[in-house]
């Protein structure tokens, strides 16, 4: 008989930690307003929930490497815009923040989720933060939730 594992949306006793950037605020305020929305329909506490700010995206991995370390949480958002301009800055702070994160989830022994959006407009990155195309940051937090109950099972 086959055996399937996976985790639940339902968290009341998960402490989590959102990064957020503080760059592109029009959108990460909204990415985090979704976070938070996301976290309390799976029932994590207000207080349960800390938001730690940077202030880009190219800072966010070694913020998370530092929470991930400390052990005071069961797992991490990360969310942050970096909207494509004109000059090749887009190519390297998405690169590196995106890559900075995946190397972080590998070893941080709890879920790490992606939630650093990277678009060629600001609308398209407003559609993604709640706009049009649902809200990122409501879906990174369900992920974690879903992840570190995954997690909780494997263990």
Known sequence: ?????????????????IIVSRFNSLVTERLLEGALDGLSRSGVPSE????????????????????AKS??????????????????????VSAEAVKGVAQVSLTAGIPVIMG???TDTMEQAL??????????????????IEMVNLYGELS
């Open 1 to 17: 008989m086959t055996r399937f594992i996976e985790g639940s949306l339902r968290a009341s006793a998960c402490k989590v930690c």
């Open 48 to 67: 349960k929930i800390t938001v730690i700010r940077t202030p880009g995206s190219f800072e966010i991995p070694g913020v998370t490497a530092r929470v």
């Open 71 to 92: 052990g005071a949480y069961d797992g991490v958002i990360t969310l942050g815009a970096v909207v494509r301009g004109e000059t090749p800055h887009f190519d390297y």
């Open 116 to 118: 650093i959006l990277t």
């Open 127 to 144: 559609d993604r933060a709640g706009a049009k195309a649902g809200n990122k940051g409501f879906e990174a937090a369900r992920n974690l």
